[in-house]
């Protein structure tokens, strides 16, 4: 039907979650990157499988109302933002249909989804940026970022997301290596130094930590890099330099040993009242705004009073766990990653918080193990987890805990929605979605969820079960049987424990009811007849219980 490089017009009708336009021909879907929802574009066909294309947009024929002017030069080819064409306004809208049509596909949920908590200004919010060092083809320097789907640096020293004054530390960095002719590192051969910058920065003090990722033990020359950096105060003030080694050939960035050149080797950062030690490795959130409006919002749907028993599962340094410890009784925190309980148990010391305790291991293996060691039963749960979402174990062993609140706190709106289907189905209910926007110009959001255990028809008819069994506890089951044995002697009639249960219910005796009442309006139960009624009633007056 189509060919490749075909020419097509389409109309851009919706879009995936990684920010390709969808549009299209003849009822065949095409996928076409750089396009907006509502544009018109011509497109020339690249790839055709079975049941969709892809395109290439070649013009925009009329653009769509939430079109906008790419603000970063590297927009298209940068793999960093997939979004830079929208509104921001729309960027908000389509984060939160994601979440909803996630919740209502995967997890069957139709449940009300917030409008998404978006920033003021949303440029430059990240206070962590990682920026590869390389060599293209002819072997010149490459500072900058990782082109869409590959290892190919784009150059670019003004991130739009990334600290004000990154360029400017960039730059330096970069005339110090070519000046001194500093070889970069080459992932193909695996020889040559320098991998990575890393750098950070603290939202409250402004300060900026800058650490050089190599492959060796020493960066020549590292004591006039400190100089150059330091010399660069006010704007920025860099308050440590380090370097990380990392000498495996591996795609991870990070090497286990950090030497510090200059400063303390970490920074100091704030979320809302808490202060926090923020070292090189250590995992932090990297929106410090919307950081503490994500914790805020997981915060108030915990609904704490100052007495409640909390677990903060995934808890990584211990943010959200601290967050919690100030209005909560005592709080438990899992994470598997060691040094991270130990910066988490660091600063809840700092925060003068101490009805906290820190677990380190796995989520799926702590919490069942500690329930049923010590068959605690939290009233609130809190969970961060990974984008992969949580075990069944865990997810398992929270119902079986049975608190009165869950809050979810999630990064992937898909596994989020998998997991509230579980819950869901162990009896407990969505009552709030509330999406935040960490990440503006990306396809990413953040979601936190409120659940609450449900007092459903299930708990209902757990009831009902354990009043019959009380019933027959309370009242004798032999009292039943003899009833039974009497009206068979007497009248020559069977009767059920039901019938007895209905005449004594008439005559009074049964306060409760719920062993004769139908468990729904509309259930169907036999009623006693007259005739077995009146023996019954006979057995009762016999047995002076009337
Ligand atoms: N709540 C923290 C961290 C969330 S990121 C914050 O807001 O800063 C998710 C965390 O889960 C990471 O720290 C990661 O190391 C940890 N993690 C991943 N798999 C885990 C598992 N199976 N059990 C416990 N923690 C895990």
């Known amino acids: 039907m189509f060919t490749k490089n075909q020419r097509l017009e389409l109309y851009i009708e919706d879009m995936t979650e990684d920010g390709s336009g969808v549009g299209k021909a003849d009822g065949f879907p095409f996928f076409v990157k750089d396009t907006v929802i509502g544009d018109r574009v011509e497109a020339v066909v690249t790839k055709l499988k079975k049941s969709y294309g892809y395109g290439r947009m070649l013009h925009i024929l009329t653009p769509s109302p939430s079109r906008i002017p790419e603000a970063c030069p590297s927009a298209r080819r940068c793999g960093g933002c ?34 998404v908590i978006g920033m003021e200004q ?39 997301l990334g600290g004000r004054e990154n360029d ?33 920065r603290s939202y409250e003090t402004g300060e900026y930590l800058v650490c050089i990722v190599i492959n060796g033990k020493h960066l020549p020359r590292q004591e006039l890099l400190v100089e150059r950096l330091r010399a660069l105060a006010p ?45 090189p490795q250590s995992f932090f959130q990297v929106n410090p705004e919307q950081t503490r409006k994500l914790y805020e919002t997981a915060l108030s749907f915990a609904a704490l009073t100052g007495t409640e028993q909390v677990w903060d599962l995934y808890c990584g340094i211990g943010t959200i766990s601290l967050f919690l410890a100030q209005k909560a009784g005592f709080v438990r925190g899992v994470e598997i990653v060691a040094p991270a309980v130990r910066d988490a148990e660091a600063n809840a010391v700092r925060n003068g918080l101490s009805n906290t305790r820190f677990y380190v291991g796995k989520a799926e293996e702590v919490l069942p193990r500690v329930y049923e060691e010590e068959n605690c039963r939290p009233d609130v749960i809190v969970v961060d987890p990974p984008r992969k979402g949580c075990e069944p174990r865990v997810l398992d062993t929270m119902l079986a805990m049975q608190p009165s609140r869950i809050v979810y ?11 509230l ?95 004769n009442k139908a468990k ?20 009762l007056r016999h047995f002076e219980m009337i």
Request: charged share 25%; aromatic share 6%; net charge neutral.
């Open 520 to 539: 729904s309006e509309d259930a169907k139960q036999p009623q006693c007849p007259a005739e077995k009624k009146t023996a019954i009633m006979e057995a």
């Open 421 to 515: 289907k579980h819950l869901t189905a162990g009896g407990y209910e969505v009552k709030k979605v509330q999406p935040v926007d960490m990440f503006p110009w990306t396809v990413s959001v953040e979601t936190v969820c409120l659940l609450s255990k449900l007092k459903s028809t299930q708990h209902i008819e757990v009831e009902v079960k354990m009043d019959e069994m009380d019933l027959t506890a309370a009242e004798k089951k032999a009292t039943y049987d003899e009833i039974k044995a009497y009206v068979l002697e007497h009248s020559g009639l069977k009767v059920s424990s039901l019938y007895i249960a209905q005449v004594k219910q008439k005559c009074g005796m049964i306060e409760r009811g719920n062993y």
């Open 168 to 200: 400017r530390i960039l730059e330096t960095i970069r005339s110090f290596l070519t000046e001194y002719r500093i070889p970069a590192y080459d992932e193909t051969s695996g020889r040559g130094l320098v991998r990575h910058i890393l750098i950070r």
């Open 82 to 115: 997939q979004l830079q064409a929208m509104s921001y306004e729309r960027q908000l809208e389509f984060k939160r249909e994601k979440v909803a049509n996630h919740l209502k596909r995967i997890g069957g949920l139709s449940v009300p989804v917030e409008p």
């Open 235 to 279: 704007e920025p003030t860099v308050s440590s330099v380090c370097l990380n080694i990392n000498e495996a050939d591996t795609n991870v960035i990070l090497g286990e040993q950090v030497v510090n050149l200059f400063g303390p080797g970490y920074l100091e950062d704030s979320i809302g009242q808490l202060r926090f030690r923020v070292s």
């Open 409 to 419: 706190v999630s990064c992937d709106s898909a596994t989020l929605a998998r997991d």
């Open 122 to 160: 949303p440029f430059h919010y990240r206070n962590k940026t990682q920026v590869p060092v390389g060599v293209d083809r002819e072997g010149r320097l490459r500072m900058g970022f990782y082109a869409s789907r590959s290892h190919e640096i784009v150059e670019q020293a003004n991130c739009l």
